[in-house]
Each structure stands twice: as C-alpha cells, then as structure tokens.
C-alpha cells in the first residue's frame, strides 16, 4: 500500500462487506481487489455476490460496520442485478438497519466513460436513502499529462468511487492492472475511515457521563 493509504493499527478492527453483482466477471475480481485492499488495511473482510442473496448474507451486511458496493455499468447505470438488491434492501431503508454504517462504491464498462458516472451517482444515493456515510475514492486524477500513462493511479479520473474499464473481449482475470491497484487503495481508504470512525465512538462513549 502507499501513503495514500490509511491503516488501522488500533482500536476495534473494523468489519468490511463488499456487495457487488458482476456480469462477465471483471466486476468480481475488482470487488476482490477492494477486499484485498481492506483486508491489507487491518479489517475483516467478506466479499459476496449480490445475486441470489442468503439470510447469512444479508446478516454479514447487516453486521458490517462498512459495506462497499460494486457494479458493472450498464445502459448508463448500474445492472439489473445489482438494482434487484439495491430494491430488495427498502426494508432496511425503512428500519434504519444501515444507519451510519461507511459506504463507498466501485463501477466497471467496457467503454472509458461509459456513463459510469451516473452508476456511481445511484450508488452515492442508494447510500444516502439508507443514511449511510459516504467515503470518496481519494485520489487526484491520473493519465492527464504526457507524462501520465494508463498505469497511473485513477487513470479514468473518477473522484466519487472507483471507475475501471474493461474490454469486453477479454478474460475476466485481465482487468487493467491500474484499476486493480485503485480498487485496492479503495478499499484501504474504507477501512481506514472506518476504523477512525470506530474509535471516534468508542472515545465518545467513554467520554459520556454516567447514565446519559
């Protein structure tokens, strides 16, 4: 990891779910770049498929101080699979269930743009109906100079999530090597945000009078 990295080195070690739906694959093995990123960053990490969602799933979510959630961009905004489980949370929507847990996100398509800003728009919201705290991707811009290059850092440039492209002709383990890298320093920067989070209200709660 680089500097651009914050680890957790005390306090409650904090619990990390990655949700993501992925079509071809190259989702799915960004999803496990942020996991690995978390991982690497001192948090209990639990990646899952969102598609065909179990009860034990839904409780790793439901116990996950921070959920990451991942989607390919389709038709200019997440996929029909990761909608049906964006629609099949309402309920806890409505019950709070994800209150004040971090949020952050991730997108992929096939084109540089693709639109994917608009996915990651809907991520931003689908966190925001559950009053979820939102942590941005964290990094400047990459590849916007001549003497950038496509293995830069956030070489799409993106600031409110990861955004990663990938040729729809190729094998879903042949994800650019700069977008595996930004996905793992995103899930690093979760786990860092929520690890402070974690202490900030465990100090909170020892600092409050007795009864309050």
């Not at 093995?29 to 065909?52: F, H, I, K, P, S």
């Amino acid at each position: 990891m680089t500097s651009t990295a914050m680890t957790s080195t005390a306090g409650p070690r904090p619990r990390v779910a990655v949700a993501y739906h992925s079509g071809r694959g190259h989702t799915a093995a960004l999803a496990a770049a942020v996991a690995d990123g978390a991982r690497q960053a001192g948090a209990e990490v639990t990646a899952l498929a969102v598609d065909g969602m179990t009860d034990h799933q839904w409780a790793v979510l439901d116990d996950a101080d921070a959920i990451v959630f991942g989607t390919p961009t389709y038709m200019g905004n997440v996929s029909a699979g990761f909608q049906t489980f964006a629609e099949r949370t309402s309920r806890r929507c409505h019950t709070g269930a994800w209150r004040d847990k971090v949020a952050a996100g991730f997108t992929n398509s096939g084109a540089k743009s693709g639109d994917k800003l608009q996915a990651l728009v809907s991520l931003v919201v689908l966190a925001a109906q559950h009053h979820m705290h939102w942590v941005s991707l964290g990094l400047g811009p990459g590849w916007n100079s001549t003497t950038g290059s496509e293995d830069d850092l956030n070489r799409l440039g993106f600031f409110l999530g990861a955004g990663a492209q990938s040729d729809t002709d190729v094998a879903a383990d042949r994800v650019h090597r700069a977008d595996v890298r930004t996905c793992q320093l995103l899930g690093a920067r979760v786990a860092g945000v929520t690890a402070q989070l974690l202490a900030g209200r465990t100090a909170t709660q020892r600092l409050a009078p007795a009864g309050s």
